[in-house]
């Protein structure tokens, strides 16, 4: 079992949650998410400044994937519902192996 040790001087009271309720993550002094890097959305508590007040750092850009949207419209789910695979185009699931039935 791994022991957690939390930082004394870290103030769990006065942390500023991500306004995003799907996010687990929590505000920094910049005004953004650490987690999920969006800006909160609402007056910041003192501490924390306004995301435009300091420069970010330019977002890393990811390029799509080439996938068309024909191919997800036209996709066929795996028959066990407990499976989240695709049928592929040998006629078997990607995820479980089972065939198309």
């Not at 009271?13 to 953004?32: P, Q």
């Not at 989240?84 to 078997?92: L, P, Q, R, W």
Request: overall charge negative; some cysteine; hydrophobic content about 25%.
């Amino acid at each position: 079992m791994t022991e957690i040790i939390f930082d004394e001087n870290e103030d769990w009271e006065k942390r500023t949650l991500c306004s995003d309720e799907s996010c687990i993550g929590v505000i920094g002094a910049d005004g953004r998410c650490k987690e999920c890097g969006k800006v909160y959305a609402g007056k910041l508590p003192e501490g924390h400044s306004t995301p435009n007040s300091k420069p970010a750092a330019a977002p890393e850009k990811v390029q799509p994937q080439k996938e068309s949207d024909d191919d997800w419209d036209n996709r066929v789910l795996c028959s066990d519902e407990a499976c989240i695979g695709v049928i592929g185009a040998d006629g078997k699931c990607k995820e479980c192996g089972k065939q198309i039935k």
